[in-house]
């Protein structure tokens, strides 16, 4: 398959798996019902990118530090050590995950509106970058996302058009369909679904690598 449309499916994939039930889906969802969704849609995904870019910067950064033998046992390593921490996080994580995140997130949005001293849409969409650009750092999406671009089998272009068109989706299904979405996530099939993708990118990278 061609480097940039594997990179591109992989990372789509991978990222759509990873946000949807996540505290920054339920932001999004929140704060689209306490302000005009467009622009809530526009702060979210701008910090989504951004978080983006820094996370590719790192995975590229190491593929730029180390030889160029090591990286796919690098990548298959990391892809077959996420894919199993996540399976494992799915088995300790309780029924209600889902609803966990909602209110931390509803937490996290009424402290903000409080802060909050206008509703005009640069003032929605800046309390939108910076809760998401916060709450993405360090999470499961944004390791997913260095992981991937420690390895050589992908592109820079098709890494970054996937993960956006991934962040894209589901911060309009959040924004546009959120609360129905919401009520039906299962947070650990989404975790085992993204478990076991980690582990089919792993067990390939590690082909690669022998090959």
Request: zero cysteines; glycine letters at 12%; charged letters at 20%.
């Given at each position: 398959m061609d480097p940039g449309l594997a990179a591109l499916g992989s990372s789509f994939s991978a990222i759509?798996?990873?946000e949807l039930g996540d505290k920054t889906f339920f932001m999004a969802l929140i704060l689209a019902a306490r302000h005009r969704p467009r622009w809530v849609f526009v702060?979210?995904?701008?910090?989504l990118a951004a978080v983006t870019?820094?996370?590719?910067?790192?995975?590229?950064?190491?593929?730029?530090?180390l030889p160029a033998a090591l990286l796919p046992w690098l990548a298959g390593l990391l892809f077959l050590g996420f894919g199993v921490?996540?399976?494992?996080?799915?088995?300790?994580l309780p029924a209600d995950a889902a609803q966990e995140e909602a209110e931390e997130a509803e937490e996290a949005v009424i402290a903000a509106d409080r802060q909050l001293r206008s509703s005009q849409p640069p003032a929605v969409i800046w309390e939108a970058f910076t809760l998401v650009f916060i709450a993405e750092l360090g999470d499961r999406t944004q390791l997913a996302t260095v992981f991937l671009a420690t390895s050589p089998a992908f592109t820079f272009?098709?890494?970054l058009v996937g993960t956006l068109l991934g962040h894209a989706l589901v911060t309009a299904l959040a924004v546009g369909a959120g609360k129905w979405i919401g009520?039906?996530?299962?947070?650990?099939l989404l975790y085992r679904l993204s478990g076991g993708l980690f582990l089919?990118?792993?067990?390939?990278?590690i082909s690669q690598a022998l090959g």
């Open positions: 759509t798996l990873a702060g979210s995904f701008a910090a870019l820094l996370s590719l910067a790192v995975g590229y950064g190491l593929r730029e530090l921490k996540l399976l494992l996080d799915a088995q300790a272009a098709g890494l009520r039906r996530v299962d947070e650990r089919l990118f792993g067990l390939a990278a």
